[in-house]
């Protein structure tokens, strides 16, 4: 079974739409990154976050874990054809952030923006 | 500026081939990874290299070896392809400082084994 369970596993909506994907882990997340990965390319990264209730924006993105640390969720408004593309979280699972770059990773999410 | 390249982009092997993916950066990172990519398994970290003259096992090392060939190189090779060695591999990079977990990644690359 994953350490991360990303739901839902893929996403249809309409262009203005809002979305919420969300992140789970059974262990504690010391750090939760986003990343979005377009059809046949490479991850970019969007955001990080470490401290328990945290929350953070970058455009019509917002990003936030939960005050326990085990679940993070990622929530898009208005959205837009430039949004599709399989998110995915990556987490490091090491007390102190000791993994060094060596993230576990969710198994993704496809969103599709139709408009 | 490239980032992070990978070649090749595509290959398709026959079951026991053998072959190399090459991946270099261009950004003066000390770390590099290699992962694949599989249909609803997310990405795997296969292996690793936290600095330049040192390797290590990821998750699913089986099947490949690695080398660090300098600081900028870092290349995955399978020396009998099987089948279930198809899939999305991607190198990637990350410096010594920035956020610990924002990693540079390459385009991919594509290898079907028949």
């Known amino acids: 079974s994953q350490e991360l369970e990303q739901s839902p596993q893929s996403l249809i909506v309409q262009e203005g739409k809002n979305l919420t994907i969300n992140c789970t882990s059974s262990?504690?997340?010391?750090?939760l990154y986003w990343y979005k990965q377009k059809y046949g390319e490479g991850l970019i990264f969007l955001m990080m976050?470490?401290?328990?209730?945290e929350e953070k924006s970058h455009e019509k993105i917002t990003a936030k874990l939960d005050e326990k640390k085990q679940q993070s969720s990622l929530h898009i408004t208005a959205s837009q054809p430039s949004h599709a593309g399989i998110y995915l979280c990556?987490?490091?699972?090491?007390?102190?952030?000791?993994?060094?770059?060596?993230?576990?990773f969710g198994q993704g999410t496809i969103l599709t923006v139709h408009p | 500026n490239a980032g992070v390249t990978q070649t090749p982009k595509f290959q398709v092997l026959k079951t026991g081939q053998s072959m190399t993916l090459q991946c270099a950066q261009d950004?003066?990172?000390?770390?590099m990874y290699w992962y694949r990519q599989d249909p609803g398994m997310g990405l795997r970290l296969i292996y690793y290299?936290?600095?330049?003259?040192?390797?290590d096992k990821g998750e699913v090392p089986n099947g490949y070896n690695v080398s660090r060939l300098n600081k900028r190189e870092f290349s995955l090779r399978l020396e009998s392809a099987a089948p279930s060695q198809t899939s999305v591999y991607f190198c990637?990079?990350?410096?010594?400082?920035?956020?610990?977990?924002?990693?540079?990644f390459g385009e991919g690359s594509r290898l079907t084994v028949l």
């Open positions: 990637a990079s990350k410096g010594q400082g920035g956020i610990t977990g924002e990693l540079f």
């Open positions: 262990k504690t997340l010391y750090g």
């Open positions: 976050l470490q401290k328990g209730g």
């Open positions: 990556g987490a490091d699972l090491n007390a102190g952030g000791t993994s060094y770059g060596k993230l576990t």
């Open positions: 950004m003066n990172h000390n770390s």
């Open positions: 290299s936290a600095s330049e003259g040192t390797t």
